[in-house]
Structures are given as structure tokens and as C-alpha cells.
């Protein structure tokens, strides 16, 4: 198994989208890349922790490749917007690739440049080493399926998933 730390706007939709994908066996949603210990939802929306809302995807490499996930990052949000996504605005929001180690740092720059080709250039994704990890609340944990009437989900989450779900329908799990 393998895990990627991916940070691309509000992790409730790159938690929905992730779980849709055959051999992905677990998405946790939380918080990376900043300062503050243990910090709260509240803490992080603040925008001054320096942390971002990120997804750790654990995956099966033998069922879905890395450079399919990565690419499923790129195509899943605008990489080319610096600290926002949308109407999401802040650093928590920013887009930024989490390597646990050198081997992930190659394959996250080559996804990156993957990623510039097909946006024509000004990605801003950054790649940082992965410092400490904490856990969103439970509440926040696979949000999408616990509430698919919230307007967020309805408007933001449920499009990307849609657009992923036909872009890589050969890794879509089965309904």
C-alpha cells in the first residue's frame, strides 16, 4: 500500500472523489504543512495555523498506478490558483503535494509537469516534505456520503465527482 498526502482546496471534495476510486482503500481527511499543534477545523479556516486541508490516500498500486492517482489531483481541482480554490480563499486552501520521501518527491514532480501540459502552464502546486499529520474530526471524514443534501456537497463536491467518475471511469468503483 501506498500513501499520498494531496492538498487541493477543501478536502471534503478530494475526500469524495478519492473514495470513488477502485483501489483506494482508505481517504483520511486532516491537516498539514502548518505551525500550530493539533489544531481544530476552526483553527485551520482561520487561515493563520499555516496548515492545509489535505487528504492522505492510501491506495493499492497494483489496482490503481500512483501517476493515476496524481493525475486524478490535477484534474480534480484548478492547480493553476494560488491559496484558493474557487470561493474558498486562504493558505488552507492552497494546492500542495506532501512527499513522505524522495521517491514521492520524483513522482510528484513529474504529475506537476504532467499537470502544467495540460493546464498550459502557471501551476502553482507546490511539493513539500510531509511534516506532522493530524486527523480532521470525525464529522469531517468521509463528509460527501454523510451529507449529500448539504449545498457545499451539491454545488462543489458532487460535479468533481461526476467529472472524475467520467474521466477515469476505468477506475471507478463499481455501484
Known sequence: MTTFVLAGGCFWCLDAVYRTLDGVTEVV????????????????????????????????????????????????????????????????????????????AVLFRAARDRASEAWDGGVVTTIEPLPTWYDAEEHHQDFFAKNPGQGYCTA?????????????????LAS
Open 156 to 172: 462543489v463536491a458532487l460535479p468533481k465527482v461526476t467529472k472524475i467518475r467520467k474521466s477515469y471511469a476505468k477506475y471507478v
Open 29 to 104: 481527511s486532516g491537516y498539514t504543512g502548518g505551525d500550530t499543534v493539533e489544531p481544530s477545523y476552526d483553527d485551520v479556516c482561520t487561515g493563520r495555523t499555516g496548515h492545509a486541508e489535505a487528504v492522505a490516500v492510501t491506495f493499492d498500486p497494483e489496482k490503481i498506478p500512483a501517476d493515476v492517482v496524481l493525475d486524478v489531483f490535477f484534474t480534480l481541482h484548478d492547480p493553476r490558483q494560488l491559496n484558493r480554490q474557487g470561493a474558498d480563499v486562504g493558505t488552507q486552501y492552497r494546492s500542495a503535494m506532501f512527499s513522505a520521501d524522495d521517491e514521492q
